[in-house]
Structures are given as structure tokens and as C-alpha cells.
């Protein structure tokens, strides 16, 4: 062998990647990652829709809320907006500051629950006519209209007209969460919707 003779090393006739296809191998990692990206912020995005977020990591004090959503329990307003297609942000509208504070609360263990355990004890009392007829919910006219004579009783009777009516606000009736209560049997006998309770029921 001559000694001029050159012995070739692995990798030596090997050409290097040229730079057009390190670049195309960059645009593809990026696309993936972007993709990647997008697909799992809007696979979050959908479950943060979902009742099931609610109590994904805040087991307390959401599990009883969640639970009521999907009980199907009649006597509970959040059958009735379930069972319509409705979930949790349909009413609770997501404002970033009040949940940045939920969050602080959570953390810090600071938040104070009903006697039971199950709900929170400071929880926001929503059901008011302004907010439960707001545009593109509940048409107040049409809910009198169709509201006499409710459950059979004589057609005199509509507990959304009635000599109450401003003393009344929509979730002194109709509770989210918790059995709902015919006021109007206070004083009357009248009969009640399905999963109704009359006042002070024991």
C-alpha cells in the first residue's frame, strides 16, 4: 500500500445537509409544534365548557355543584338548563379578575362553606329578574303568559304575577342548586311543580 494512499473514514464521503433542507426541517418541527399547540388549547378551551372542569382540581367546593348538574333532579333549576343544551358559563360568566380571585381563595383555603359542607356560604345570588331576563335568556312577558294556572291550579293563580311580584326575585322561587320552593304556599295550597318544596319543609 502507498503511503500517499489515503484511507477514506466513515463519514467522509458523506455530504453535509445542504441549507435549503435544514431550513424545510425547521418549518416542519415548527408547524408541529404550533399544531400541537393549537390543538391542545382548543382541546382545553372545550373542556373548560364543560361542568366536568369545575371540579377537576377544585374538588372542594365544586363537587356538589357539579353533581347537582348532572343529578337530573326536577327540582333543581340546573336540570332545567341542563337538560336545554345549558352548562356552568351558560350563568357564570368567566370574568378574568373574579376568577383570579377564586384562585387566591382556593389556594389560601379561604373560602367559607354552608353548615353542611356542600356549597359555598358566600356563593353569589344570581337568579334576579335583571340578570335571569337578559337577552337571549328568559322573556319575562312570555313567562307570565304561560304561567297561569300553573301545575293545574285554578287560572287565577301565576306566581309571576302576583300580589308579590315586587316583593319577589326570581331565586327566591327557583334555586340552582337546591330544591326549589313554591313561595306562594306560604299562605295558598296550590300544587307544585315536579321536585318542588313548599316553604320551610322540613
Not at 25 to 39: D, E, N, S
Not at 96 to 111: C, F, L, P, R
Not at 116 to 127: F, R
Not at 164 to 169: F, I, K, M, P, Y
Given at each position: 500500500?502507498?503511503?500517499?494512499e489515503?484511507?477514506s ?5 458523506a455530504?453535509?445537509p ?5 431550513a ?8 408541529v409544534?404550533?399544531a400541537?399547540i ?20 377544585c374538588?372542594?367546593?365544586m363537587d ?5 348538574y ?25 370574568v378574568?379578575?373574579?376568577?383570579v ?75 340552582a ?9 306560604q299562605?295558598?295550597k ?12 322540613a
Amino acid at each position: 500500500m502507498a503511503e500517499d494512499e489515503k484511507i477514506s473514514q466513515p463519514g467522509e464521503d458523506a455530504q453535509a445537509p445542504s441549507p435549503k433542507r435544514k431550513a424545510k426541517r425547521g418549518w416542519i418541527i415548527g408547524g408541529v409544534v404550533a399544531a400541537v399547540i393549537v390543538v391542545a388549547g382548543a382541546g382545553f378551551w372545550v373542556w373548560h365548557e364543560t361542568p366536568s372542569f369545575c371540579n377537576a382540581i377544585c374538588h372542594s367546593p365544586m363537587d356538589s355543584y357539579v353533581d347537582t348538574y348532572y343529578s337530573g333532579d326536577q327540582g333543581m333549576l340546573v336540570t332545567a338548563h341542563a337538560e336545554a343544551g345549558n352548562n356552568c358559563l351558560s350563568c357564570h360568566e368567566p370574568v378574568i379578575t373574579e376568577q383570579v380571585g377564586e384562585v387566591m381563595k382556593w389556594t389560601s383555603d379561604d373560602y367559607p362553606m354552608t353548615a353542611d359542607g356542600t356549597k359555598l356560604a358566600d356563593g353569589a345570588d344570581m337568579a334576579s329578574e335583571e340578570f335571569c331576563a337578559k337577552s337571549g335568556c328568559h322573556d319575562m312577558d312570555d313567562v307570565v303568559a304561560s304561567t297561569w294556572g300553573f301545575e293545574g291550579n285554578g287560572e287565577q293563580f301565576n306566581p309571576h304575577s302576583s300580589h308579590q311580584d315586587l316583593a319577589l326575585e326570581c331565586g327566591d322561587c327557583h334555586k340552582a342548586h337546591e330544591k326549589s320552593v313554591l313561595m306562594c304556599n306560604q299562605c295558598h295550597k296550590l300544587n307544585m311543580p315536579e321536585g318542588w318544596e313548599a316553604p320551610n319543609a322540613a
